[in-house]
Each structure stands twice: as structure tokens, then as C-alpha cells.
């Protein structure tokens, strides 16, 4: 099966400082890749989803890239902000939403 | 537009027993999926329901059931619950069928003691 791997576990930058995580994936039949933040108590939230057949999408300040001959994409926040702190995963899927989740990232954004 | 709502919020269950966990998704959503998410093994998918059908299951034992009604909500279930049943249960629901954006519930904070 598919097997998503993540880095860093854990990030801490200075408000305003960029972040980036990143993602590897081992199906090359993975076409869909959200991006998903969760605060403490509560359920994972989509911030921002890419498809195979395109490389890159913005949106504000999230954007994620997508190579899939390398099999990685990645998140990257810029002006990050303290509310910005939570843990982020990604994923891969195939179909019927069936999704392969990274183990975690931890982002603590300093005031 | 309500959100994914899952009930109940908390449950704590003695070993052996089962549970029954609840799912309604946002009005429109035909497929409902179902998470376990655990500090050891993340988030783990259990399995999928579209238009009352189970499309997908992930690798975990014949205690995890689901069904899906026609009004597209959907409960999973755990018998004889173990130990290593505690976690948190989330679902996601979803407009349509392969790959459309999914939206989390909080989930149910289930304890096996």
C-alpha cells in the first residue's frame, strides 16, 4: 500500500518567518494530496489540497508543490502568525477518499 | 451550511463491551468516511460509504463495522472492545465520489478501560 512520510515532526519560527513541511509518497498511482491542520481538541481542517495533473497551487498565504516524479510535495506557510501554530498533516489518495496520512507535523509559531 | 457533527463527543467503555459511534455529514455529502487517529499510529483509515455502500476498508480486524443509511448518515461500531481501541474516531464526509475534498467532524474521544 501506499506509505506517506513527513518531516520535521516538529517546527518552531519566529512570527512572520516562513514555514515548510514536506512529504514524500510511495504509489506513483497517488493523484490527490491534501494538506490538513488540526488545533488541539478538534478535527483536522482542509487548508489546501493538490491534484496530480498540476504543480503547484497558492492560495493567500499557504501554497503546496507538487513533483510527482520525485514523489514529494510541500506545504509552505509564509508571515506565519501565532494562530498559525497547530499540527499540520498531508496525505495521499488514490480513490473514494481513502487517504494515507504523514505522521505529523507540531508548528509553533513565536510571537 | 452545519458542518460533519459526530456524536457522542466522549465515551468511555469497559473492555469486552461495544460501542456505537454516529456520523452525520454536511447536506449534500454522499460519501462518509471513517478515521482512527491514535499518538502511535496517526490517522488510520477504516473504511468508506457511498450512497449506502462500503467502497473501501482499510486493514483492521472484523470488530469494525460501519453501515451508512440513506440519508447519508453513517455509524461505525467496535465490538468487544480492547485496550487498543482508545482513540479518537473521526469522520469525513465528501461531495462525491473519487478524491473531492473531504471535511472532518471532531470526532468521538473514545476510553476502553
Known amino acids: 500500500g501506499e506509505n506517506v512520510e513527513q518531516h520535521p515532526s516538529t517546527l518552531s519560527v519566529q512570527e512572520g518567518d516562513s514555514a515548510v513541511i514536506k512529504c514524500t509518497y510511495s504509489?506513483?498511482?497517488?493523484?490527490?494530496f491534501p494538506w490538513y491542520k488540526q488545533e488541539l481538541g478538534k478535527g483536522p481542517q482542509l487548508i489546501i489540497d493538490?491534484?496530480?495533473?498540476?504543480g503547484e497551487k497558492k492560495d493567500q498565504r499557504i501554497a503546496v508543490t507538487l513533483n510527482k516524479t520525485a514523489k514529494h510535495f510541500s506545504l509552505h506557510i509564509t508571515e506565519t502568525q501565532p494562530e498559525d501554530s497547530a499540527v499540520y498533516f498531508c496525505?495521499?489518495?488514490?480513490?473514494?477518499?481513502?487517504?494515507?496520512f504523514g505522521s505529523g507535523t507540531k508548528l509553533n509559531v513565536k510571537p | 451550511k452545519a458542518g460533519v457533527t459526530q456524536t457522542p463527543r466522549y465515551l468511555i467503555k469497559t473492555r469486552g463491551q461495544q460501542v456505537t459511534l454516529s456520523c452525520s455529514p454536511i447536506?449534500?455529502?454522499?460519501?462518509v468516511s471513517w478515521y482512527q487517529q491514535t499518538p502511535g499510529q496517526g490517522l488510520q483509515f477504516l473504511f468508506e460509504?457511498?450512497?449506502?455502500?462500503?467502497?473501501n476498508k482499510g486493514n483492521f480486524p472484523g470488530r469494525f463495522s460501519g453501515r451508512q443509511f440513506s440519508n447519508s448518515r453513517s455509524e461505525m461500531n467496535v465490538s468487544t472492545l480492547e485496550l487498543g481501541d482508545s482513540a479518537l474516531y473521526l469522520c469525513?464526509?465528501?461531495?462525491?465520489?473519487?478524491?473531492?475534498?473531504?471535511?472532518f467532524g471532531q470526532g468521538t474521544r473514545l476510553t476502553v478501560v
Open positions: 496525505a495521499a489518495s488514490q480513490d473514494f477518499n481513502k487517504f494515507y
Open positions: 460509504y457511498f450512497s449506502e455502500t462500503q467502497r
Open positions: 469525513a464526509s465528501s461531495a462525491q465520489g473519487a478524491n473531492t475534498e473531504a471535511f
Open positions: 493538490i491534484r496530480s495533473n498540476v
Open positions: 447536506s449534500g455529502h454522499r460519501s
Open positions: 504509489d506513483s498511482a497517488s493523484n490527490y
